[in-house]
């Protein structure tokens, strides 16, 4: 009986938002630990490898490298698949996603229904929405223009923002500058003018 509590207390704990003192340290932790062994945390960096087994290197010299010295990123991404399921489906709260007042007003105004009920809005990414011509268009124009801007940055925002600024890499700080001024302007500037023709 003892222990059924130590465990359902574990479980609670694990449920919530960790606090930036345990997650902060345990990122910095992993990022020493990659330092350590000469790597660089990046999710992006997995599109090429699995590009250069799948044969891309016939097609383009980019794609000829050891893609066998890549593996161990390719288990981390499978982590962080594995990780994100057993979260979804054995780990979720029933609490809403903490956003302000303010901003579930401005995407309820944009035609989005119960901002803040889930982590992504059903709008997109539905089986309804995905049936769709104007959202299926959508998604695959915003994954080539991520999938480009990913390729064309050197790195994703994990890539830059965790990996190369840990590693004092001017050209991360830049990237990732240009990653929030790249977020402010789609948001202020371009969301509340596309909203209201896809939704």
Known sequence: MH????MESILEWIKQPWPWYVS???IAFVMLTLTYYGKGFG?????????TIGGAGKFSDFFKFDWKKELWNLVVAQGAILGGFIAHFYLKNDESIGISEATKKSLTEYGFSNPGEAMVPKEFFSWEAVQDPKIIATLLVAGLLVG?????AGGCTSGHAISGISNLQIASVVAVIGF????LIMVHLIFPFLMPILL
Do not use: E, V
């Not at 222990?3 to 130590?6: A, D, E, H, P, R």
């Not at 999710?43 to 590009?51: D, F, I, K, P, Q």
């Not at 480009?148 to 064309?152: I, V």
């Not at 929030?180 to 977020?183: E, M, N, R």
């Open 24 to 26: 902060g340290p345990l």
């Open 180 to 183: 929030f001024i790249g977020g």
């Open 3 to 6: 222990k059924t509590l130590i």
């Open 43 to 51: 999710m992006s960096a997995n599109l090429r490898t699995l590009c």
């Open 148 to 152: 480009f801007g990913t390729r064309y």
